[in-house]
């Protein structure tokens, strides 16, 4: 099945029908998920749904999924793709037929996946990305996994063998620079941010609520809860010890949810560590494997928290120019030691040193802090009032300490450091931030400021690459515009692309 | 690779402060109050007619007190954008776009000509009646970096924009 010739067009290997196939079949049902949920249910209760038999329904299915198969084997027929000397082409379309060239050169990034039932059958799919908008993907779905990396070599090396010949060569050279261990990816479940897993917990429930009113209504959930509770009515401890149990059980989900998340998404994830790109391969379900080239990269970010570092957690992610979002959020990088961290930033950005003075925002920006601070407390105060009544003043027992604490460590972790080619900047309150972005990057540079910090001569800067802008909060006006004017000559001085 | 201090204030780099920002065209100025007069218009225009249709009580005695709040919103609405308008100004360098805007939250933006995309010229229907075009520069950053500098007369439009082309296609 493995071919190696690309000059012929040649359709991708015959599982191509089932992979097609099932993924129709899925779009199909998530589609029209909810009717089908409301469909079983009704058949649960009254044997029928708008008055067909079992047995029509299952024929109706049957029909169906019939029809989708058939579907995957005109459009399996239907894909063809060959290279020729400067371009890739692809024919697809059942009844419109599409045919699309790339030349060579255009081609941005190729990467390999593998979804779940790509593993089970074993063929990967291969996506080729160009520069320019969401849509100008290509997928090949299908391929044994020589193929694809053979595919994947051709499209690449005669791209780049203009521009140096012996980079194929070099290439070969593999080393697995960082493997995640089991371990480290359940502490990096455990300390992640569980107020966000809560929160997409809480919305996909209220989600489903929403949808299934009437059904959960029949059931009666809320009577037999409020039968439960009456019994601990009594006493106030009562009141006390469900809520405690409702807190620590929705803490329990989001952990867990968290955690999960992290190994499907992380599974195995591997850092390659090639002559010239590095490579991250992760994933239970959907495999992939991503390569980043160092001149294509925008901004990089560190991440971590007080918790993640005790247990020596950095999480980077890494923004290149022209991905779309949802390749985005594949870019990153979890579980890293500090000195991997390093290691990394040493390979894509050369001549990076940290060891630079760092300059802190003005006083004003503990200000701001306080004033966002300020504005949380007063609203958290009046949507306890209006829910709870007005003897809940104790909540700024907690809320004080927590706003001093907050203003304390913005301030705290604020810092920038610019030298001739890098830009770092810090931040994060809960978590601590590290940007870092090349100087010759930078699209455009923006002073801002407002009416109240141009009387305490006050400035932002906002500096903006390709995929990020980043801020520099609140620093004094003589010094952002020193900045403004340093980094903008540095831009324009050098003749150097910024991809 | 240190960095030091006088680097960064080093007074020979080319600085803003020496910039002669260019303010837009007055005719704009023409502009922006015949907007801001049609969103006040639609909102009052919305407002009335609700009082006409709306039989419910709570918005019938309240009429007048909703009605000076949103008439009380517009004045100000409309004093800031004459205020602002004094704080639209641009200038173009050898390198470079400056741009700068806004009353409550200034801000000045710079693009170098070199991380320009492409530019584009746009006349509305109603500024064409004041013969007046605005510029609009794409790079290739987020939304954030592109720039758009409206209210400059048609004449000196097209000499930036014929100016920024040459510029840009010279580069490459």
């Known amino acids: 099945m493995e071919i190696s010739d690309f000059s012929q067009p040649a359709r991708q290997s015959a599982k191509g029908i089932i992979i097609i196939f099932g993924f129709n079949t899925f779009k199909f049902f998530k589609k029209f998920f909810v009717l089908f949920l409301a469909l079983g249910l009704s058949l649960m209760k009254k044997k029928t749904f708008a008055s067909l038999s079992p047995t029509i329904i299952i024929l109706i299915v049957a029909g169906i999924l019939i029809v989708l198969l058939l579907f995957a084997i005109l459009k399996y027929l239907n894909f063809r793709f060959h290279i020729s000397k400067d371009d890739f082409h692809l024919s697809t379309g059942i009844f419109n037929k599409d045919n699309t060239i790339i030349p060579k050169s255009k081609i941005q990034n190729v990467y390999v996946k593998q979804n779940f039932l790509q593993q089970l059958i074993n063929v990967v799919s291969l996506n080729i990305e160009t520069a320019g908008d969401n849509k100008s993907e290509i997928e090949i779905s299908a391929l044994d996994k020589s193929t694809a990396l053979l595919l994947k070599k051709e499209l690449f090396n005669k791209n780049e063998a203009n521009a140096d010949s012996d980079s194929t060569l070099v290439n070969e050279q593999k080393t697995v620079f960082f493997k995640v261990s089991p371990k480290r990816l359940l502490l990096e479940g455990v300390s992640q941010n569980h107020l966000k897993s809560f929160a997409i917990i809480a919305s996909f429930v209220f989600g489903l609520y929403y949808e299934f009113k009437d059904y959960i209504k029949d059931l009666k959930i809320r009577e037999r809860i409020e039968g439960v509770i009456q019994l601990d009515e009594a006493t106030l401890f009562g009141i006390f010890l469900t809520n405690l149990f409702i807190v620590v059980l929705a803490i329990l989900f989001s952990l867990v949810f968290s955690v999960i998340k992290t190994f499907i998404t992380n599974f195995n994830l591997q850092v390659v560590e090639n002559q010239k790109t590095i490579e991250i391969n992760k994933g239970l379900f959907n495999k992939i494997s991503l390569s980043l080239t160092p001149s294509r990269i925008q901004n990089i970010v560190i991440k971590t928290n007080r918790l993640k570092q005790y247990f020596g957690l950095h999480t980077m992610s890494v923004k290149q120019a022209m991905v779309n979002a949802k390749q985005k959020k594949n870019f990153v990088i979890i579980a890293l030691e500090k000195n991997q961290v390093n290691h990394l930033i040493d390979k894509l950005l050369e001549n990076y040193t940290s060891h630079l003075e760092a300059y802190k925002p003005a006083y004003y920006y503990k200000r701001i802090l306080g004033l966002d601070m300020l504005i949380t407390a007063v609203i958290a105060n009046g949507i306890a009032h209006l829910i709870f009544g007005s003897n809940v003043w104790w909540i700024n027992l907690i809320l004080v300490p927590l706003a001093i604490l907050y203003v304390y460590y913005g301030f705290k972790k604020a810092y920038y450091k610019i030298d001739d080619e890098f830009v770092t900047i810090g931040g994060g309150v809960i978590d601590t931030t590290t940007n870092i972005l090349e100087i010759h990057k930078i699209q455009a540079v923006k002073l801002k400021q407002t009416i109240f910090q141009k009387r305490r001569q006050i400035t932002s800067v906002i500096i903006s690459t390709a995929s990020k802008s980043v801020k520099i909060p609140y620093i004094k006006e003589s010094e952002a515009k020193s900045i403004y004017d340093f980094l903008l000559y540095k831009v324009e001085s050098q003749d150097k692309d910024w991809m | ?172």
């Open chain 2, 1 to 172: 690779m240190s960095f030091t201090n006088s680097q960064i204030f080093n007074d020979a780099l080319p600085k803003l402060e020496d910039v002669k920002l260019k303010p837009i065209s007055k005719r704009y100025l023409k502009i922006i109050i015949l907007n801001k007069l049609a969103m006040c218009a639609a909102f009052l225009g919305v407002l009335i007619v609700g009082k006409l249709f709306i039989e419910r009580e709570a918005f019938q005695d309240n009429f007048w007190f909703i009605f000076s709040i949103v008439m009380v919103f517009c004045l100000i609405n409309f004093v800031i954008a004459i205020l602002a308008f004094k704080k639209r100004k641009y200038a173009i360098r050898d390198h470079d776009v400056i741009y700068a805007s806004g009353l409550i939250v200034n801000s000045i933006t710079t693009v170098p000509i070199s991380r320009i995309q492409h530019i584009e010229e746009s006349r509305s229907w109603l500024a064409r009646q004041f013969n007046l075009a605005a510029l609009n520069l794409y790079t290739a950053g987020e939304s954030g970096s592109d720039l758009s500098i409206k209210g400059l007369p048609h004449e000196e439009a097209k000499q930036i924009n014929d100016y920024i082309s040459v510029r840009i296609n010279g580069n490459q």
